[in-house]
């Protein structure tokens, strides 16, 4: 098979393996979204250069104080936290700082990750059902009996296994409902989520109050970002917990550090201890190795 194409034509075509609309590189030059890189060192914020990179234009103040009201919320949760956990066991078995920081990052996923994306994905449910004008509440109502009828156990965003009440919900949906009333946003999904934390504790002995990721989620949402980004968002936030606790153990300086103290040891529910010579119970006698051609 012959390429009729001319080289110029091969080499345009080279150039256009990757394609982009975020970063433009020339010698001496590079531009983020089309602005210069020294313009944007000293005069924007990290979570405003977030913003830039992801929706491709600067944020306004209250949005940029948002996004970063909700990035310093979730950076840790402590040394019980798995993905804290596995970069403070992985620093102690040897690999470098980015080593630790990965294999932390890679379980942040549709359990341990993953609550705040889905909680974004119900507030969605509950924005369309409602509509313009609706009745937020029946619409919470009535998502809320929907998702439980598909198999739904337990809402994403809501309880927590820790916290009786999560310190850190009050605090955020507070500076939603304060740039509400600045009009700063619309303050429609903090009206969701606490109608969604009305709907499943209904009935139920004991409020079922929202924790991190609702509050997060209703952030985002306000924000308009996709639920896939709302859990992106929430691990370049966590990442920060990794590494500090990863760069902490890295300085104890020690070896093999299990999930468990030693002394606590494990639970066996296996076969009692059996000796190989004795003859199985099923009547198969133990193999002679002696015997083995």
Known sequence: ??????????????????????????????????????????????????????????????????????LVASVDHGPQAPSIAIARMAATCGPSLNGAMASAVNVLDDIHGGPGQQCM?????????????????????????RRKEQGLKYFPGFGHRFHPHDPRSPRLLGLIDDAAERGDVAGRFAAIGRALEDAISQGRPRRIPMNIDGATAAIYCELGLP????????????????????????????????????????????????????????????PNREETP
């Open 121 to 145: 994905e119900i507030y969605y449910e509950i924005d369309a059902e409602a509509g313009e004008g609706g009745d937020i509440a029946e619409a919470a109502a009535t998502v809320a009996a």
């Open 1 to 70: 098979m012959t390429d009729d194409r001319t080289p110029d034509e091969v080499l345009d075509e080279a150039r256009r393996w990757w394609t982009t609309s975020i970063i433009d590189i020339h010698p001496g030059e590079i531009d983020i979204r089309g602005y210069p890189i020294q313009q944007l060192i000293g005069a924007i914020t990290f979570p405003q250069m977030i913003w830039l990179m992801l929706q491709g234009e600067l944020p306004s103040r209250p949005q940029a104080d948002l996004l970063e009201a909700a």
């Open 227 to 286: 639920p896939e980004l709302g859990r992106g968002v929430f691990i370049l936030s966590r990442s920060v917990g990794i590494l500090a606790h990863a760069w902490e153990q890295m300085q104890e300086g020690v070896r093999i550090k299990g999930p468990q103290s030693k002394a606590l040891g494990f639970t066996y529910d296996g076969p009692a201890r059996r000796d190989l010579s004795t003859p199985d119970p099923s009547g198969t006698a133990a």
